[in-house]
């Protein structure tokens, strides 16, 4: 329960009007559950330790998963107790915190926000122009930038690229020594030079000795 245990007749009117402004406001978007004054009738969490905001917003699916969670201050309530007691549990929960408080206590919620280290998605304020209630968003937690996504090249491209790296790296080929079989036709070696006139020299001194045998006979 609160702290603020009895606030001002006015204040708690005002309080309880707000709450029900806001509870028309949501109720096509969310099942709206409200507490007014000392009910407690919608509450969030796991007992025993069951919190009772004045307003919850539950989904319109079957599981009913809370969207949100609503407190609304006045002027009386916009103090240390109040936001350790209250908007501290409220901002440890999974779901959205907003907090509604008068127009001129955002600087007091702002440095009780800080100071204790609270979380809340949503600061709004409220006020009257003639008979109609006003209200003004003045916080909005930032959300957190993911990196984006590293791009990769398709395959394709990814291939002809190392390709090229590998043609750009791979030195100049030389051209090739001729083997030994292109060497010999293309080019008599000394060897094959003195075997050719061995063998000419052995066919003439045979052709001698033939011709010196047919005189003889």
């Known amino acids: 329960m609160s702290p603020i245990l009895m606030r001002p007749v006015r204040e708690q009117l005002e309080h309880d009007r707000v709450i029900r402004l ?3 406001r949501w109720r096509r978007r969310y099942q709206v559950g409200i507490n ?32 949100g969670v609503v407190e609304v201050e006045t002027a009386e309530s916009v103090n240390n ?20 408080i008068p127009n001129g206590s955002v600087d007091t919620a702002r440095r009780l926000i800080d100071e204790n280290h609270i979380t809340v998605s949503e600061i709004w304020t409220y006020y009257w122009i003639g008979d109609q ?16 996504p590293r791009r990769t090249a398709p395959a394709a491209s990814r291939t002809a690229t190392t390709a090229g790296r590998k043609t750009a ?3 100049a080929k030389t051209a090739r020594k001729p ?18 006139a061995a063998a000419k020299r052995s066919a003439k001194k045979t052709t001698k000795t033939a011709a010196r045998a047919q005189k003889r006979r």
Do not use: C, H
């Open 81 to 100: 107790m109040e936001a350790l007691s209250q908007w501290a549990p409220y901002g440890r929960l999974r779901a959205p915190f907003y907090l509604y």
């Open 133 to 148: 209630m006003r209200f003004t968003m003045v916080y909005k937690l930032p959300t957190p930038v993911r990196p984006a």
């Open 22 to 24: 806001l509870q028309a």
């Open 179 to 196: 083997r030994a079989s292109q060497r010999s036709s293309a080019s008599p070696s000394p060897r094959s030079g003195r075997v050719g």
């Open 36 to 67: 007014v004054g000392n009910e407690q009738t919608a509450s969030v969490g796991q007992p025993p330790a069951l919190l009772y905001p004045d307003l919850v917003f539950w989904s319109n699916e079957r599981g009913r998963r809370v969207e």
């Open 169 to 171: 790296r791979r030195p």
